[in-house]
């Protein structure tokens, strides 16, 4: 979004106008007479259409007979992000039935969308769901919510060697992706202070998820056996999750004094790391744990890296605060 300056102006003696982009104004479909909100927030002023007043947002796509799924996939996501009130999904021929289910799954897979028309050879998508009736600060407390509960799993099934756990965990990642795009979306359009530090936040929670992940299919793929290495492994995974933990804890209750231990949690996790890793050095499943330790030392350390963020957004948000 391009910075625009403009001159307060002053009228009537005390009241000071500023004018708006006319591009701006032609594509929400604004006017004489329009109805604006203007929003203070700290030191900054927020300026946006009033519900109802802004231009329905339509999107086209046309889509080859032969195109791939996960082309599609991607494309969709894009568009989804991109934002879009209708998107209408086409083809000069009718649909394969492998791109019909592509763009049903799809529906499913991001919040707030909905098949409205469907034909042979065209499907409308609609958006029923954005940040006025599901705000960032929910979202992004749910994405939380879900982050926690698959790295709590992750410990659980580890102690208890649960392929069944493991599995679970994989599976539930497509919904923490689902908090991603959709906060994705909706900070795009607000372009403040907070939806971008909620923003941040939501890619560093789609990341712990991703290791999660990773944590559970490397051991369901190797299916590790040595006892030493896995009692150290726990140590190490319980470490970091509890960093990631109390990180979470301190970015939602703005707790600057604890902040700074959280950081300098750094020097023990890769401390673990190393020990972990010197402990499984010739042993049958030396490949796994140099595997699944990074994973699990990235849980920490994005755990130190929301301590950072908190720091940071402490300090844009007030003038006077106590180290």
Not at 46 to 62: F, Y
Not at 112 to 118: K, S, T, Y
Not at 279 to 287: A, F, M, R
Request: some cysteine.
């Amino acid at each position: 979004m391009a910075t625009k300056v403009r001159k307060l102006q002053l009228t009537g003696g005390s009241t000071y106008i500023v004018s708006l982009p006319s591009e701006w104004i032609h594509r929400n479909s604004l006017g004489k007479g329009s109805e604006i909100y203007v929003e203070e927030m700290g030191d900054d002023v927020l300026i946006k259409m009033k519900e109802g007043s802004r231009a329905e947002k339509r999107r086209r796509v046309t889509i080859p007979y032969d195109v791939g799924p996960d082309a599609l996939q991607r494309a969709l996501t894009s568009l989804y992000i991109a934002g879009f009130d209708t998107l209408e999904v086409t083809s000069g021929k009718y649909f394969r039935n492998e791109i019909r289910e592509v763009i049903k799954k799809f529906s499913r897979l991001v919040m707030g969308i909905e098949i409205f028309e469907e034909s042979s050879d065209s499907i409308v998508l609609q958006n029923v769901l954005n940040s006025d009736s599901f705000p960032l600060e929910k979202a992004i407390r749910r994405m939380s919510t879900n982050v926690s509960v698959m790295l709590s799993d992750v410990g659980r099934a580890l102690s208890l060697k649960d392929r069944a756990l493991f599995e679970s965990v994989i599976e539930r990642d497509d919904e923490v992706d689902r908090y991603h795009w959709y906060i994705f979306r909706e900070s795009k359009g607000q372009w403040n202070p907070a939806s971008s530090f909620f923003l941040i936040l939501s890619r560093i929670l789609e990341r712990v998820a991703d290791h999660a992940v990773n944590i559970s299919k490397r051991f369901l793929m190797y299916k590790p056996m040595n006892y030493e290495p896995m009692e150290a492994l726990n140590s190490l995974y319980t470490y970091c999750r509890l960093t990631y933990e109390d990180a979470s804890v301190a970015f939602y209750s703005q707790d600057f004094h604890a902040l700074n231990d959280l950081i300098e949690r750094k020097g023990e996790i890769l401390k673990l790391r190393d020990e972990l890793l010197k402990l499984s050095s010739g042993t049958s499943s030396v490949h796994f744990y140099s595997l699944v330790s990074e994973d699990v030392s990235r849980i920490g350390l994005y755990g130190t890296d929301i301590a950072e963020l908190t720091m940071d957004k402490i300090i844009s948000e007030n003038i006077d605060f106590k180290l």
